[in-house]
């Protein structure tokens, strides 16, 4: 398995924008081959701003590289441009190679 995630630091004033474009996207993850899950993570709050977190699970690195090269990718990427002006920076991306799971 693979876990992709990005790191977002979205200004406090923007967040209700930057959750509400997030939840009601269509992300056309169902329809690519080795999706396993979707979270959307809201985590700390600092000073200038909101932690968020989009957290992806993948049967497979592979899997995850053919949805960064899909055309569902671009159709659910399509309104990022939007976005602009609400974080402090551009996402920051973390990939993980599943060592471990434990279920419960």
């Known amino acids: 398995m693979f876990v992709a995630a990005n ?3 979205v200004i406090p004033e923007h967040a209700p924008a930057f959750e509400q474009a997030w939840l ?9 081959p080795g999706f396993m899950t979707f979270h959307l993570l809201k985590g700390p709050a600092a000073d200038d701003h909101i932690l968020y977190s989009s957290l992806t699970v993948w049967a497979s690195k ?10 569902q990718f671009r159709r659910a990427h ?7 002006g ?14 471990q799971t434990i279920g419960g």
């Open 86 to 99: 609400t974080t402090l920076g551009p996402p920051q991306f973390e990939g993980f190679d599943v060592l």
């Open 24 to 32: 009601t996207r269509e992300s056309h993850l169902h329809e690519v």
């Open 78 to 84: 399509a309104g990022a441009g939007g976005m602009k």
């Open 7 to 9: 790191r977002f630091r």
């Open 62 to 71: 592979d899997a995850f590289e053919g949805w960064t090269r899909s055309e």
